[in-house]
Nanobody, 119 residues
């Protein structure tokens, strides 16, 4: 059974840092593109950052230069280092494992972790 378990969310002051972690089970990690998404109240879920199975990264414009996504295949874990957090960053952050365009394909989500930024 595949599980994605996020951790590392919490309350931080504006300008501060947090590191999110997402560990997967089910032997999917190495072949998955891993992503971090976020959803604020009343808004649609949006992509924050993605790292491909080969290590290529892409970021939303709103987080470029502040957030860094990385992966450790030995630990089946993807990270999101968030620096210089802003008042517009609070949301529930979700981890995603994606292999939709392959056969067999899949797309899995974690349960989310809350990030709160105080001004």
């Amino acid at each position: 059974q595949v599980q994605l378990v996020e951790s590392g969310g919490g309350l931080v002051q504006a300008g501060g840092s947090l590191r999110l972690s997402c560990t997967t089970s089910g032997n999917i990690f190495r072949s998955s593109d891993m992503g971090w998404y976020r959803q604020a109240p009343g808004k649609q879920r949006e992509v924050v950052a993605v790292i491909s199975s080969g290590g290529r990264t892409n970021y939303a414009d709103s987080v470029k230069g502040r957030f860094t996504i990385s992966r450790d295949n030995a630990k089946n874990t993807v990270y999101l280092q968030m620096n210089s957090l802003k008042p517009e960053d609070p949301a529930v952050y979700y981890c995603n494992a994606d292999r939709r365009y392959y056969s067999p394909g899949y797309n899995y989500w974690g349960q989310g972790t809350q990030v709160t930024v105080s001004s």
